[in-house]
């Protein structure tokens, strides 16, 4: 932004106080206001005290406290209180990156689905690891530069981890159900993906609670890689694997292990899950 | 009132132990940490805020045990914290980083909350780059920015870690009054590297050195550690410990004294350079 060249005159100043300026007007003399204190003070004659603080409250509140976003306004009308609505939009996985990484990922794993011999093995190895990034893409040293600071607020660091987890999660699921559909082979496939991204999802959720969350979906992700990879790549029809009673079985018990032992280590969470 | 009661902390990374047996009381008003490089100043104040756990040591802060997950909240609704490389998203305003903070802090009524954000980015003068990018914001300003979120509910605990890095001399002295009147009633810990800081707002002083404390008093009593060890000269002594050139032609020195030198009164950083030892003295003296 550019220092504002021009100041008001006692003349709009009248105008602006009874409000008889458009509204365009107004928000730059609004804006300007707000930088420019003996323009603020030829309101004065205008407007007695008591309703020119309350005006004053006002305008600060108009031009400086963060517009809510779509998504803090979406989140507002199912019920979630602004507070919260606010923490989960200063996600950093929420924000454009995130979401265009992410989409560029199962855009290519979609293609190579369709051109290579196991290309829908790599889809079914790649999908369900989007999650998890997406977790350490919004919580801890990592991810937020401000982590130190809050790591020493009373807000619970599992329940936050958890909000941005469930949004993250959320916004995870639409794409890649949508490029799970138009997998080719047998509709069910596209939920072939689902329970190890979410055993996934957890895992990296409670091995936080040892170390910081990039860490924990980095380790978490090589060895689902080696593991799937390995077991996938060698077989033309990937639902051998990923629909065999005992890996789905597998998965669904990692699943639980995991949930069992974040509830359980949630104070501990607290104070350590850092780099330190 | 003892504000803090750090008994023989032990903090190790690896096998150097940042902190090494490290005693601290602080009591209501304003404890200075003086310490060189790598002392363990911020390992301390990490341990103090409850962001970093101790290997072994006895801690009560505010009266409670942050090793107890409900000791260890109340302990966070009470304290403001800048850590040394306070960071903020540099996409967010300074308005919506302070935001973010004190929503964390449980601060839940919106109106409320944003009025209390005004407050503190008054105190620390951004009240006008409320609505710029934290990216657009200068190195001084960021460090102001950090302080405003440590300010937030106006805490009766406030750990500072080096608080006056890249503050220009006004904003400096705009710090110094709002450390001195949030010492009134508050405790304040603050680590530095500016004896004048220390010398201007401080009420009790704890010299750092290698993980434990080597000196705990005022900073009048700091001083008086180096009565009768403070010279000057019109030439360099090279029997001091330290010396350096003080204003047209005259050269101060720490250390013993020879017979008939000019004795002068201690400063304190006199006698931090004593307390720490001829290496750190020297550096001083060849910094001059
Ligand atoms: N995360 C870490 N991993 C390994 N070593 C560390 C870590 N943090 C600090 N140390 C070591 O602990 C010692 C104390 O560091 P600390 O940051 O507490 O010093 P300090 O007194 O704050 O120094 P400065 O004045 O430079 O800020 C140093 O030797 C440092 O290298
Ligand atoms: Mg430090
Ligand atoms: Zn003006």
Not at chain 2, 58 to 81: K, N, T
């Amino acid at each position: 932004m550019t220092t504002t060249p021009w100041h008001l005159d006692g003349e709009l100043a009248g105008r602006y106080a009874v409000g008889t300026v458009g509204p365009v007007l107004a928000a730059s003399v609004e804006q300007h206001l707000v930088a420019c204190v003996p323009c603020r003070s030829l309101l004065a004659p205008h407007v007695d005290t008591p309703r020119l603080d309350l005006v004053w409250a006002e305008v600060l509140e108009e031009v400086e406290a963060p517009r809510p976003t779509l998504l803090e306004r979406l989140l507002g009308s199912i019920g979630m209180s602004d507070a919260t609505a606010r923490l989960v939009a200063a996600t950093p996985s929420l924000r454009g990156a995130w979401v265009t990484g992410m989409s560029v990922v199962l855009a290519l794993s979609l293609l190579a689905a369709y051109v290579a011999d196991n290309g829908v093995a790599v889809f079914l190895a790649l999908a369900p690891v989007l999650p998890a990034l997406g977790v350490a893409a919004a919580y801890g040293p990592a991810a937020d530069p401000a982590h130190e600071i809050v790591a020493a607020t009373p807000y619970s660091a599992v329940r936050l981890l958890a909000l941005r987890t469930a949004f993250v999660v959320a916004t995870t699921l639409v794409p890649a159900a949508v490029a799970g559909l138009l997998l080719p082979g047998p509709a069910h496939l596209a939920l072939a993906w689902l329970l190890p991204g979410l055993a996934l999802t957890v895992g990296t959720v409670a091995v936080s609670t040892w170390i910081a969350p990039h860490q924990a979906a980095a380790a978490l992700t090589v060895a689902w890689l080696a593991v799937s990879l390995r077991a996938l790549a060698p077989r033309h029809d990937p639902l051998l694997v990923t629909t065999t009673p005992v890996v789905l079985g597998c998965t669904v018990a990692l699943a639980a292990a995991a949930a069992v032992l974040l509830v359980q280590r949630r104070d501990i969470a607290d104070v350590i899950r850092r780099t330190a | 009132m003892t504000t803090i009661e750090a008994t023989e902390l032990v903090k190790a990374y690896g096998r150097h132990r940042a902190l090494d047996g490290m005693t601290l009381h602080a009591r209501t008003g304003v404890t200075g940490l003086l310490g060189p490089n790598g002392a363990g100043k911020t390992t301390l104040l990490r341990v103090l805020a409850t962001v970093l756990p101790a290997d072994s040591g006895q801690l009560r802060v505010l009266g409670q045990d942050p090793y107890d997950a409900v000791g260890r909240r109340s302990v966070r609704r009470r304290l403001g914290y800048l850590p040394q490389d306070a960071g903020f998203h540099r996409g967010f305003t300074a308005f919506e980083a302070v935001d973010y903070v004190a929503v964390l802090k449980e601060h839940t009524d919106t109106r409320a909350r944003h009025e209390e954000v005004r407050r503190v980015l008054d105190l620390v003068a951004l009240g006008d780059v409320a609505t710029k990018r934290v990216r657009a914001l200068s190195g001084g300003m960021r460090q102001r920015l950090g302080l405003a979120q440590a300010l937030l509910g106006d805490p009766p605990l406030l750990v500072l870690d080096e608080p006056t890095v890249g503050l220009d001399p006004e904003q400096r002295m705009r710090f110094r009054d709002l450390v001195s009147e949030a010492g009134q009633g508050r405790t304040v810990i603050l680590s530095t590297h500016q004896t004048e800081d220390v010398a201007a707002v401080c009420s009790d002083v704890v010299v750092v050195k290698e993980g434990r404390s080597v000196f705990t008093g005022t900073p009048t009593e700091l001083a008086s550690l180096a009565t009768g060890r403070v010279w000057v000269d019109d030439a360099k002594d090279p029997r001091a410990v330290a010396g350096w050139r003080v204003g047209a032609g005259h050269y101060h020195h720490i250390g013993d004294p020879p017979a008939g030198a000019e004795l002068v009164d201690p400063t304190i950083e006199d006698a931090y350079l004593l307390l720490l030892g001829p290496q750190a003295a020297q550096g001083r003296g060849e910094a001059a």
